[in-house]
């Protein structure tokens, strides 16, 4: 081999040697299992982590079989329509309480009514919410039952209303309802079969046709005062009461309603409530407290039924001892009350859509 081939050869051998030594060098370094603080490749390495979608939806599904029972629960109602609520402005009155804490309480409900998006009267109203604070109720709603007998329990069963008064309670809470059209306008008749037994519910209100327009007058009605007496004669306000304070409307009433599979033929819409607190219960209780739980029971018809204990709910107030029970409306009550005036009422898909939009107000 002549001399310059042989250099070429030896040439093209080293560059050949220093590729390979290059491409050494550039894979990753072999784990030295002889080494005492080395660690598997696997324990370095990132752990997969659920996204935040992934985080919410998970835990929105498993909130909503707890939320959908507890709306079932404090919102089933005698009426198949849905729960009621208020249409017309609520007019709260405290009455029993040291003026600077009733004062407390009105402002409280009107901050609840703001928020919730619920009708409020003017400062100068007509009271229609009643929040009578005595310390022994019976004999209270016996003299209002004695002097305003139609103002208070209507035509319900005397039965019904006995029951009602004599059955302690820490609240007792009763509720007028009337029947209005898909287009708000009250309903002239209905031509429901039974209709005495489906309305002989929860407040034994079997009156409902003397609220569906075949009301009568009262000459000497009047407005419960601070001791339980009258404090004035109930001046009808024309094109909005009639003399027992049954909402009406000047330009008419539906003498029907078209129902349809997706909403309902009526809805039902408060138009009184009267909470009547006993005052022996109060104790160790905050007036913030009271206002709220009044304000949940007072803002929408419910059942009375008493939630689970892991529910967190100002319902439970008398049900916990004071000290761990809730401090006020938790995330439950508010994102119902909400859920209860944002959600179409008309819809027979109400109480779900209610529980789902809770859902998504408490795991936003």
């Not at 039965?159 to 004599?166: E, G, P, V």
Request: neutral net charge.
């Amino acid at each position: 081999m002549n001399r310059p081939r042989a250099l070429r050869v030896a040439a093209t051998l080293a560059a050949l040697a220093a590729t390979v030594v290059g491409l050494a060098a550039a894979q990753p370094p072999a784990p030295n299992a002889t080494a005492p603080n080395a660690a598997p490749p696997s324990a370095s390495a990132p752990q997969p982590t659920l996204g935040p979608t992934v985080t919410i939806t998970a835990q929105r599904a498993a909130l909503e079989p707890k939320v959908t029972a507890f709306v079932n629960k404090i919102g089933g109602s005698i009426y198949e329509e849905g729960i009621a609520r208020w249409h017309n402005d609520v007019c709260p009155l405290v009455s029993g309480l040291p003026a600077q804490e009733g004062e407390f309480i009105l402002g409280r409900l009107s901050e609840i009514a703001r928020d919730t998006n619920i009708p409020l009267g003017k400062e100068k109203c007509r009271p229609n919410f009643y929040i009578l604070v005595n310390e022994k109720p019976a004999a209270l709603l016996r003299l209002m039952d004695k002097r305003n007998h139609p103002y208070t329990f209507g035509q319900a069963s005397p039965n019904l209303i006995d029951q009602f008064i004599s059955t302690p309670k820490p609240v007792r809470v009763w509720y007028h309802t009337v029947a209005l059209s898909q287009d708000g306008l009250p309903m002239k008749a209905l031509a429901f079969p039974n209709f005495e037994v489906m309305a002989g519910g929860i407040n034994g209100d079997v009156a409902k046709q003397h609220q569906l327009g075949n009301a009568g007058g009262c000459n000497t009605c009047g407005q419960v005062g601070p001791q339980g007496g009258e404090s004035g004669p109930l001046v009808p306000t024309p094109g909005i009461t009639d003399l027992t304070g049954i909402p009406s409307q000047a330009s008419g009433t539906a003498t029907h309603a078209i129902d349809t599979h997706l909403s309902y033929n009526v809805v039902w819409n408060l138009y009184r409530v009267f909470v009547i607190i006993d005052m022996t219960r109060l104790q160790g209780l905050s007036r913030e407290q009271v206002a709220d739980y009044a304000a949940m029971v007072g803002f929408a018809e419910l059942t009375g039924a008493i939630p689970p204990e892991d529910d967190p709910t100002i319902l439970r107030l008398f049900e916990t001892p004071p000290h761990a029970a809730a401090s006020g409306l938790t995330d439950w009550d508010q994102a119902f009350l909400k859920s209860l005036y944002r959600i179409e009422q008309t819809s027979k898909l109400q109480r779900s859509q209610i529980a789902a939009s809770m859902v998504r107000q408490i795991v936003p």
